[in-house]
C-alpha cells in the first residue's frame, strides 16, 4: 500500500442532500456491492426507522478503484450532517485530506452545507463541490452553482454535477477525488502515530476503534498505547471495512482501518487520541483532542419511584454507545432520586431519552433543559453550574455570565422580518444579513444559548414554511442581568422547575408560569398557591380552588366499564405524576415551564 495511491476523503452535506445514497453508489461503482445490494439500500430508506446504510454503519469504508490502470485504495470516512455535532464532523475531517461538498441541486445551499464547508476548509482540506440528484426535475444547477460561488467562493466550472441514485456523473466524481486530492504524506519510518477519528462498542469484540494511520505502521500482536491517558494494549485485531470486515494483518502510512484491542469500554477511548507503539513510541500525539462539550443538560427521574438503580442501569448501558453524553447522579425533593445528564445540544437530547424510555422499557421525567451559567460569586470564586436549583442566592453573586452562540439562518429573503423579530424576542444581537442570491439570504445573530435550546429550530422551520435552516456556533460566556426564578406550589420550592430567566423577562415569564402550572395541575381537596419568586420576593401568584367531588362521582350511575375506564385513564396519567409535599404534579406541568418562556 504505497500511500501515493491512497486518498481519504469524507462527504459533507447538509441532512438529505444524498450523503448515503452517494456514498453506496460509489461502493457500487467500485464494485464493492452489488447492483441487488445498492437497490436495497434505496429501499431501506424508505423505511422511517430506517437503518442507515452500509457506509453509516461503517463509518468508514474503503474501496478499490482503478483508474487508468492504476489501483487507488479510496477511504471514505463518515460524517454526521447534524449542527449539534460540529465537533463530531471537525474530528472525522482531521483523518481526511479532502471532502466532496455534496449540495442538493433542488433545495441549493443550505445552513450545514456552509458550516460543514468551512469546517473542511479551517482543516485545511480540498473540497470537490458536487452538485447531486442532478436527475430530478426540479434541479436548477446553475442557480446552485451561483449560490456554491457567493457562499464559498468555489469556481462554478470546477463544480461537477451528478446523481447518486442513478449514478450520473459518478465516473467523473472519481476521477476527480483522484487528480484533485492529495495522497497522504507521512515518514513510514518514524513511529507509529494513528489517530482515533471515531469508536463503536460492539457486544463480542468490545471498543472498535477507528483510527487513520499517520506514520509508521500498526501490527497485530504489537503492544500499543493510547497518548491521553497512556493505557496500553496489545492488538488483536486489524481490518478495514470494505464495506464487509476484512481483517488484515497491518495498517500502514495513511490507511484507514479498525484495530480491536480487548478494550473493555467506549470511555478508556478518546476520539482525538493518538495511539502509539508502547515501545519506543512516539514523543508528541497528533494534534486534535478536544474533550467534546456538552451544552444542554436536564434532570432525568424515573416516573415510579424504586426504579432509580433501572435508570441507572439504562444510562450506563446507553454510554457503552455513545460517549459524548454524561450523567451524574442528583437529588430533588420534588422529584427523588435522578440524574443530571449533558448533552452535545437538542437534538442529542432527544435521542438520548427516546432510545432510553425505547430500549429500557422506563418511563421517565424530564425537567426543563438547561444551559451551562459561568458564576464569579462575591467571594471571587467561578463557579460553573449547569443546574439551576444550585444557583447561588442573589446576593452572593458578583457577575452571572451565560452562553452565546453565533447564529446563521439560511432564508429566503421574504422572511428576514420574521426572524429578525424571533431572535429580538429572545435577546439576539443583530449581525449581518448577506445575499447570496436576490431571492435568499443569511441572517446572522448572536444569541444567548438558552434562548435557543428549546424551540427556536422549530419556530424558524414554521416561520419558512420549511426552507430555512440554521446553523450555530459557541461563543463563549458573556455577562447578564441574570436571576433564578423560583416555583412555589402550596408554599413550597419546587426545585425541578427552578429556571434561569433574564431580570427584565422576569415578571412576565413569572406570571405565564404560574398561570399555566394552574391549567396544568389538578384541583386537589383544598386550595393551592402557586407563587413564583425571584429570591424571597414573590413576583406573582395563582390559587387553583379547592375540588369538591371526586372524579368518579361524575360517573354515578353510569354503567361500570365507563367508570373503570376512566379510573385506568387516571392510573395511566398517574404514572408519570410527582408528588410535590401534599400536591401532585405531572410531567406536563414540568414541561408546560419551558412552553410559559
Ligand atoms: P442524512 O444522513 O439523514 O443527512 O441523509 P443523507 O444526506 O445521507 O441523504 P440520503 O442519501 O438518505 O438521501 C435523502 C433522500 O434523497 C432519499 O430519499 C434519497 O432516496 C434521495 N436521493 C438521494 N440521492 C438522490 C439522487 O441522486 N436523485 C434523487 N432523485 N433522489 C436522491
Do not use: W
Not at 469524507?10 to 464494485?31: C, E, F, N, P, R
Amino acid at each position: 500500500h504505497d500511500p501515493k495511491f491512497i486518498r481519504n476523503f469524507s462527504i459533507v452535506a447538509h441532512i438529505d442532500h444524498g450523503k448515503s445514497t452517494l456514498a453506496d453508489q460509489l461502493l457500487l461503482q467500485s464494485g464493492a456491492i452489488s447492483q441487488r445490494e445498492f437497490r436495497e439500500q434505496l429501499l431501506d430508506d424508505m423505511d422511517l426507522e430506517r437503518e442507515r446504510g452500509i457506509t453509516i454503519k461503517a463509518r468508514a469504508v474503503s474501496l478499490h478503484y482503478t483508474l487508468d490502470g492504476q489501483k487507488y485504495e479510496l477511504n471514505l470516512i463518515d460524517t454526521p450532517g447534524h449542527v449539534d455535532f460540529h465537533y463530531e464532523v471537525s474530528r472525522s475531517l482531521a483523518a481526511c485530506e479532502g471532502a466532496i461538498l455534496l449540495v442538493d441541486a433542488s433545495q441549493g445551499v443550505q445552513a450545514q452545507t456552509v458550516a460543514n464547508a468551512y469546517l473542511a476548509i479551517a482543516g485545511d482540506l480540498t473540497l470537490v463541490a458536487a452538485l447531486n440528484k442532478i436527475d430530478m426535475q426540479a434541479a436548477r444547477p446553475d442557480e446552485v452553482k451561483e449560490e456554491v460561488f457567493n457562499t464559498l467562493g468555489l469556481d462554478p466550472d470546477e463544480i461537477l454535477a451528478v446523481s447518486g441514485k442513478t449514478g450520473v456523473g459518478v465516473p467523473e466524481l472519481f476521477r476527480t477525488l483522484i487528480d484533485r486530492i492529495p495522497a497522504p504524506s507521512g515518514d513510514q519510518k518514524a513511529p507509529l502515530r494513528a489517530l482515533i477519528f471515531d469508536s463503536k462498542y460492539n457486544d463480542y469484540q468490545g471498543v472498535v476503534v477507528y483510527v487513520r494511520v499517520v506514520d509508521g505502521t500498526i501490527r497485530v500482536g504489537q503492544k500499543i498505547k493510547l497518548m491521553a491517558m497512556g493505557q496500553e494494549y496489545e492488538v488483536i485485531g486489524l481490518g478495514q471495512f470494505r464495506p464487509r470486515e476484512v481483517a488484515c494483518d497491518e495498517l500502514g502510512v495513511g490507511q484507514v482501518g479498525f484495530v480491536v484491542a480487548n478494550i473493555k469500554q467506549l470511555v478508556d477511548v478518546r476520539v482525538g487520541d493518538t495511539i502509539t507503539a508502547a515501545h519506543r513510541g512516539a514523543e508528541k500525539a497528533l494534534a486534535g483532542y478536544k474533550e467534546p462539550s456538552q451544552v444542554v443538560y436536564c434532570g432525568l427521574f424515573p416516573a415510579t419511584h424504586n426504579q432509580f438503580e433501572d435508570l441507572r442501569t439504562a444510562l450506563q448501558k446507553l454510554a457503552l454507545n455513545d460517549s459524548s453524553f454524561t450523567f451524574e447522579p442528583e437529588t430533588s425533593d420534588a422529584l427523588g432520586f435522578g440524574f443530571r445528564c449533558g448533552f452535545l445540544g437538542m437534538l442529542h437530547m432527544e435521542i438520548v431519552q427516546q432510545r432510553l424510555e425505547r430500549e429500557s422499557d422506563l418511563s421517565l421525567v424530564q425537567t426543563a433543559p438547561n444551559v451551562t451559567y459561568e458564576i464569579v460569586t462575591r467571594k471571587g470564586e467561578t463557579l460553573y453550574v449547569s443546574n439551576p436549583t444550585r444557583i447561588p442566592e442573589p446576593g452572593e453573586i458578583e457577575e452571572f455570565r451565560e452562553p452565546y452562540a453565533r447564529v446563521n439562518f439560511l432564508i429566503p429573503a421574504d422572511n428576514i422580518g420574521v426572524i429578525m423579530t424571533l431572535c429580538e424576542e429572545r435577546r439576539g444581537d443583530y449581525i449581518k444579513t448577506d445575499y447570496i442570491t436576490p431571492t435568499r439570504v443569511i441572517v446572522t445573530y448572536e444569541l444567548p444559548l438558552a434562548e435557543m435550546i428549546y424551540d427556536l429550530y422549530d419556530k424558524l422551520k414554521s416561520a419558512t414554511r420549511g426552507f430555512g435552516t440554521m446553523d450555530y456556533e459557541l461563543l463563549g460566556f458573556r455577562p447578564n442581568t441574570l436571576v433564578r426564578l423560583d416555583v412555589l406550589v402550596a408554599g413550597d420550592r419546587v426545585d425541578a422547575l427552578s429556571v434561569v430567566v433574564h431580570r427584565d423577562f422576569a415578571d412576565r415569564r413569572g406570571r405565564k408560569l404560574v398561570k399555566k402550572l394552574k391549567e396544568e395541575i389538578d384541583r386537589h381537596q383544598f386550595e393551592v398557591a402557586i407563587q413564583a419568586a425571584i429570591g424571597s420576593k414573590v413576583i406573582a401568584r395563582e390559587t387553583i380552588s379547592a375540588l369538591r367531588k371526586n372524579v368518579t362521582a361524575k360517573c354515578y350511575g353510569g354503567d361500570i366499564t365507563r367508570k373503570r375506564k376512566l379510573l385506568e385513564k387516571q392510573k395511566e396519567g398517574k404514572k408519570r405524576m410527582k408528588q410535590v409535599g401534599n400536591v401532585e404534579i405531572s410531567q406536563e406541568a414540568f414541561l408546560s415551564v419551558l412552553e410559559a418562556g
